[in-house]
């Protein structure tokens, strides 16, 4: 049984974060990928294809700001989840890994805002002991108020 | 950019274009700026000791976001990644570097794939498939999935 100030914290959700997708961003995260593709640097050449402009590589949502990562591994819901499965015995977190569906190309100059959602935390036996499963639903909409992609993150707290 | 790849092109089965990567102390460094993840864990040998892995780990995201360039290469520039996961199953450790540039010898990994489905859903030519990433020792430390819509210019015609 899990205990009840973990269990309160499923459905919780985050406060909002804007997130501002910068062309300049979008190229250092690319490089750091080593993903030389030209739709993510080229002006010319991404206003030439389908696209129309510069898009971020699928999984770049830009620089939030709130949290203090690119990424929604760093927000403050995340956080509470981690500190309170920690107090709970369990301070060792694992990544469990992420899953995405991705419903529009990002494209650079874009606002984006993200929600984050405990969607669920359970416990589980394993051979190395007993782990807390945490889920963390990120919805990412744009300033046109389109979903552009979902994030699911496990984290394993032992 | 590479051709593009079409949904006719594919069959259950079919390799994912393996892509190649060599994970450096220098790479995690410029990974860590460009994604915002400072944790010592991916830079400070005596952090990583005391946090029980041995040495700076290559960080989840970042592999990642190699099996995501995986999938976009592959698909080319009309081809729509729709659906994507990956798990970490075991630590990489990255090469140290020699000079200013060039990574000491040591190991290089693979990102790869293999189609499991091919199937078509609302008007879209879509194609599943099982991507993860080699280690040197050809030992799979992540693995996951992806989702794609091809364009299909016989069907769609």
């Known amino acids: 049984m899990l205990p009840q100030e973990i269990v309160q914290l499923i459905g919780k959700t985050g406060e909002i974060t804007v997130l501002e997708v910068e062309k300049g961003a979008i190229k250092k995260f690319a490089d750091a990928v080593g993903d030389a593709n030209p739709l993510y640097r080229d002006e010319e050449y991404a206003r030439s294809t389908g696209f129309g402009g510069i898009v971020a590589p699928p999984g770049f949502f830009g620089w939030p700001t709130k949290w203090k990562s690119a990424m929604p591994f760093f927000s403050e819901i995340r956080q509470e989840v981690v500190d309170t499965i920690a107090k709970a015995g369990y301070s060792r977190i694992l990544d469990g890994g992420i899953e995405y569906d991705f419903y529009h190309p990002v494209r650079a100059g874009d606002t984006l805002s993200a929600l984050s959602k405990v969607k669920d935390i359970r416990e589980r036996e394993a051979k190395a002991g007993k782990m807390i499963l945490s889920v963390i639903e990120t919805t990412y909409t744009n300033q046109n108020g389109d979903i552009v992609a979902k994030a699911h993150q496990t984290l394993i707290s032992r | ?157």
Request: aromatic share 10%.
């Open chain 2, 1 to 157: 950019m590479s051709k593009q790849l079409y949904w006719e092109d594919i069959e259950v089965g079919s390799q994912v274009t393996p892509l190649s990567k060599v994970a450096t102390t220098q790479m995690l460094v410029k990974w860590a700026g460009a994604s915002g993840d400072f944790n010592p864990l991916h830079y400070e040998d005596t952090f990583a000791t005391s946090q029980g892995v041995g040495k700076p780990i290559v960080h989840g995201q970042l592999k990642r976001a190699w099996l995501i360039q995986l999938v976009t290469d592959w698909i080319g520039e009309q081809g729509i990644l729709k659906k994507f996961s990956c798990q970490f199953r075991a630590m990489d450790h990255p090469r140290l570097m020699k000079d200013m540039s060039e990574p000491q010898e040591g190991e290089t990994w693979w990102c790869k794939g293999k189609v499991t489905k091919k199937y078509v859903e609302g008007g879209e030519h879509y194609v599943d498939c099982d991507i993860w990433i080699e280690n040197g020792k050809g030992e799979k430390t992540t693995t996951g999935s992806a989702t794609v819509a091809l364009p299909s210019p016989i069907l769609s015609c």
